[in-house]
């Protein structure tokens, strides 16, 4: 039975690969970007004619948000991705130099919107089947790992993991399952040519590893794989 997935940022890198990976098996996809109707995504909807539904979307918007709830309008959803995401300038992040604009703006992108985004959808999580809710973080957010340098990324992700276990325990009740996820060190514009995996590896873990869960791994910070990563 296809199931129906949302994707945040599916235009390209991880979000792409995910979309690309769900349409080749079968399942539905809503494709969720600024701009979803050029490039690959426009593409995939010529090869894929009815599998892919492309959704203008902002996260950082609540007017872009809305319109978004309104063209998906009773349509259930069975796992919806919050996989948008940015990491602010390379060179001012650091414990002396801080660019607070950009800091500002990642949250904006990496915390703030995926908890508006779960919040407008979860409606339509709740008529699904799947009833699953991933967000991608990264290992880059683990206190545990008690890390260095990079501190507006860092703090965005730990942010995003907290803000999700708050949403996944008030959700608990309703069955549905709240994930969190590093998509391992990926070939994308953020994670650059000299990655260790390639998106179509991130997107297969992923969605390996999220077909095999439910309420009993909610809350949970894994990686691609499934394995489990320190707060
Ligand atoms: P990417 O290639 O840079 O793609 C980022 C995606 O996010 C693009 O589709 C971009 O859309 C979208 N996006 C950014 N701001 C947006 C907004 N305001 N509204 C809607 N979409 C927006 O990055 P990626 O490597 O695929 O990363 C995907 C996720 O994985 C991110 O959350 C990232 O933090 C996480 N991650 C990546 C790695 C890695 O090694 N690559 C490692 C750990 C975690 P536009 O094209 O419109 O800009």
Do not use: C
Request: without cysteine; proline residues 4%.
């Amino acid at each position: 039975m296809p199931q129906t997935w949302m994707i945040t940022g599916a235009n390209r890198g991880i979000g792409l690969a995910l979309t690309m990976e769900l349409l080749r098996r079968g399942d539905h996809v809503i494709a969720a970007a600024r701009d979803p109707w050029g490039g690959a995504l426009a593409e995939l909807a010529g090869v894929h004619v009815g599998q892919l539904t492309p959704l203008e979307l902002d996260v950082t918007s609540d007017e872009s948000v809305a319109a978004a709830k309104r063209a998906l309008a009773g349509r259930p959803l069975d796992v919806l991705v919050n996989n948008a995401g940015i990491y602010g300038p390379r060179d001012r992040q650091s414990a002396f130099d801080m660019d607070f604009d950009a800091w500002r703006e990642v949250f904006e992108v990496n915390v703030y919107a995926p908890i508006r985004v779960v919040q407008a959808f979860l409606p339509h999580v709740e008529a699904g089947q799947g009833r699953k809710i991933a967000t991608i973080s990264s290992r880059m957010g683990s206190i545990g790992a008690n890390p260095g340098n990079a501190l507006i990324y860092r703090s965005s992700k730990s942010a995003v993991n907290m803000a999700m276990v708050v949403f996944g325990n008030a959700v608990r009740e309703r069955a549905i399952s709240v994930m969190l996820f590093h998509p391992g060190w990926v070939q994308t514009d953020m994670g650059g040519s000299g990655a260790d995996i390639t998106p179509a590896e991130s997107a297969n873990g992923l969605i390996r590893t999220i077909d095999a869960s439910g309420m009993a791994e909610t809350n949970s910070f894994r990686d691609y794989t499934g394995e489990a990563i320190a707060w």
